[in-house]
């Protein structure tokens, strides 16, 4: 059905005139202006009630604020792209921990909550990755670690350059230490029970003066 529109004088599909209220469906329950012509009416309408600003600047799209044209940069399909090694955009949940998640050997997944401290560190030192703002994502089952820990030293020890095929840490778990790439590194038997939960400084110091 098509209507008679009093702007631009043409008959135009009776779904481009705004409906009126309380009316039934037909020409009359329509208004007399079609979509376009509204448009360009508003539209003269808004520049006309700023006279002051330049043509150009009427056109000219309005800058988005600071906080949102970083969000347009930062994200894709409507998920926030975060960098996966940036730790400091981790935020606890509202239980105040950030969520780990994970693969055993067998490639069952699992998930824990952990302290917001102890997930920057395993971030920082290439154990886990950022997935969201509140969690992350560990990089290795306990055989993968280990694997690449031993393939990574060359089954080398680090302590006394035979042959390790064990791993130790060099700040101890006793100590504070964790299980990442950084604190790791492949050890020999005898050097890995010698140095015990002491610290790397003072083991080598103690088996120089044994020497």
């Not at 009126?20 to 539209?43: E, V, Y």
């Not at 095929?165 to 950084?182: I, S, Y």
């Amino acid at each position: 059905m098509l209507k008679y529109c009093n702007y631009c004088k043409e008959y135009k599909p009776l779904a481009g005139f705004q409906r009126r209220t309380g009316r039934k469906s037909g020409p009359l329950s329509r208004r007399g202006a079609c979509r376009d012509c509204r448009h360009h009416k508003n539209q003269a309408a808004a520049d006309k009630s700023a006279p002051d600003r330049p043509q150009a600047e009427k056109t000219a799209p309005r800058a988005l604020p600071v906080s949102m044209e970083r969000r347009q940069l930062t994200t894709k399909g409507g998920r926030a792209q975060l960098n996966p090694d940036d730790a400091a955009a981790l935020r606890p949940n509202r239980n105040g921990m950030i969520r780990l998640r994970g693969k055993t050997d067998k490639g069952r997944r699992w998930n824990q909550e952990i302290d917001p401290e102890l997930a920057v560190t395993l971030v920082k030192e290439h154990m886990a990755v950022v997935v969201n703002r509140s969690t992350i994502r560990r990089l290795y089952t306990n055989r993968e670690f280990r694997r690449y820990i031993m393939m990574r030293d060359k089954y080398t020890c680090y302590f006394c350059g035979n042959y390790g095929d064990t791993l130790d840490h060099l700040l101890p778990r006793a100590k504070g230490g964790h299980t990442t790439p950084v604190n790791c590194v492949c050890a020999c038997n005898e050097c890995n029970q010698s140095k015990a939960d002491r610290d790397v400084d003072e083991f080598i110091r103690e088996s120089v003066r044994l020497t």
